[in-house]
């Protein structure tokens, strides 16, 4: 999976033109943003978002509308309250610690008895498994 990331820039400005057009401009570079879909976008840390809208001026610089960040921070929550997910205690097996793996979730995820898993840490409070 390829991660884009982006520099977000909060200090975007409104500027008032003519009537009723509002532009937006860059608070980096001062040029017009214009809206675009980005396909892919990280906006809470593991769950990652689709197609989502987002302003770019041509230096290529990203902001979110408020409107695009409530957007995103709806579908984050969809996310996480959608997935399956279980609970369980760590348990001791001689020196090492051990996590037993549901039988849905080794079935789903084809992991079998002689499996190899690599474990990452993501930060102090979550780990990855990913099967080899
Ligand atoms: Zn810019």
Redesign the pocket.
């Known amino acids: 999976m390829i991660k884009m990331t982006f520099s977000y ?1 909060p200090c975007m400005k409104l500027k008032e033109n003519g009537a009723k057009m509002t532009e937006i401009i ?6 017009e ?1 214009q809206e675009v879909e980005l396909e892919q976008y990280e906006f809470e840390e593991g769950i990652v978002l689709e197609n989502v809208k987002a302003m770019r ?5 990203i902001t979110f509308t408020e409107e695009q960040a409530t957007d995103m921070e709806q579908r984050s929550e969809d996310i996480k309250k959608n997935a399956f997910r279980f609970v369980r205690s760590v348990s001791k097996s001689a020196r090492s610690l051990v996590i037993r793996i549901p039988a849905d979730l080794a079935k789903h995820l084809d992991i079998t008895e002689n499996s190899k898993i690599e474990m990452i840490p993501l930060g102090k409070k979550r780990f990855m498994v990913e099967l080899k």
């Not at 860059?26 to 040029?31: A, D, E, L, P, S």
């Not at 001026?57 to 610089?61: K, S, V």
């Open positions: 820039s860059c608070g980096k570079c001062r040029q943003m001026c041509t230096n290529g610089h």
